[in-house]
């Protein structure tokens, strides 16, 4: 597997989620399935490899904490 390119996916990946979150908001549908489809197709280009699964899955855990953590605020503000 040619690490560097993957990781090179990764960046763009959390490149344009943080652009598609800005365009369309962590509270969308088009964003959840943005990341859904986008996350299953870096899993496929790289044969569903262990390693890149679990840093997809780490990617979605983030951006699921992120958006929890925005929530939270809006609620305490």
């Known amino acids: 597997m040619d690490y560097k390119a993957f990781f090179d996916d990764v960046l763009k990946w959390i490149v344009q989620a943080n652009q598609t979150a800005a365009k ?3 509270d969308s549908e088009h964003f959840w399935d943005w990341v859904a489809e986008s996350t299953a197709a870096v899993g496929k280009k790289y044969n569903d490899n262990k ?8 990617l979605i855990r983030w951006l699921e904490e992120v958006y929890e953590n925005h929530r939270q605020a809006k609620l305490g503000a």
């Open 24 to 26: 369309y908001g962590m």
């Open 51 to 58: 390693l890149v699964l679990k840093i997809m899955v780490t």
